[in-house]
């Protein structure tokens, strides 16, 4: 029977291990691909401009090396004066919501509400605020903990699977 099983589900489970590495591979090596597609992009834009240095009887080379210590240059400047300006700009953000607290404000919206609607009990609203947010951190937590459980269940299952343990029981990755 177990001989059975193993020819039946080994080139399925195969192709998935196979599929699952090459995911995987190309997850971590994504940067790479990144990097190479941009450098690629970085050398359409410049080719242009080392071809036009190159027909004033500039060598190759030197017509690189000139466009891309400008290009690098322009990059530089243009940081120089975009940073300082960001860094100010979050600065004052962060001193204008030092004072702003999220309960202030779903309290000052509350008590807007309620003299519109005057059905609703005061402190209704903010508790329905906070039991959503506590639901939707438990509900992130939950998940995790279940995905990391069905993993080290497929992976029991594949060990036992492909060890063949004279003793054990095969059981499937989706039960409890």
Do not use: W
């Not at 090459?22 to 071809?51: D, E, G, N, R």
């Amino acid at each position: 029977m177990s001989e059975f099983v193993y020819r039946k589900y080994y080139k399925p489970i195969l192709l998935i291990i196979a599929l699952s590495a090459f995911l995987y591979i190309s997850y971590q090596i994504i940067t790479i691909y990144l990097l190479l597609a941009i450098s690629i992009l970085i050398a359409l834009i410049l080719k242009p401009f080392v071809y036009l240095l190159e027909k004033q009887k500039l060598s190759r080379t030197l017509s690189s090396l000139i466009v891309f210590i400008s290009f690098l240059l322009i990059i530089y400047l243009s940081l120089s004066f975009l940073i300082p300006q960001l860094v100010s700009q979050m600065n004052q953000l962060v001193i204008t919501l030092k004072d702003v607290s999220l309960n202030q404000e779903i309290s000052l919206f509350e008590k807007k509400v309620i003299k519109v609607l005057p059905i609703i009990k005061e402190g209704e609203i903010s508790s329905r605020v906070q039991n959503f947010f506590k639901d939707q951190i438990y509900a992130i937590i939950i998940t995790g903990y279940q995905l990391l459980k069905l993993k080290l269940n497929i992976f029991t299952y594949l060990y036992k699977l492909f060890h063949r343990c004279p003793n054990t029981q095969l059981r499937s990755p989706f039960s409890s």
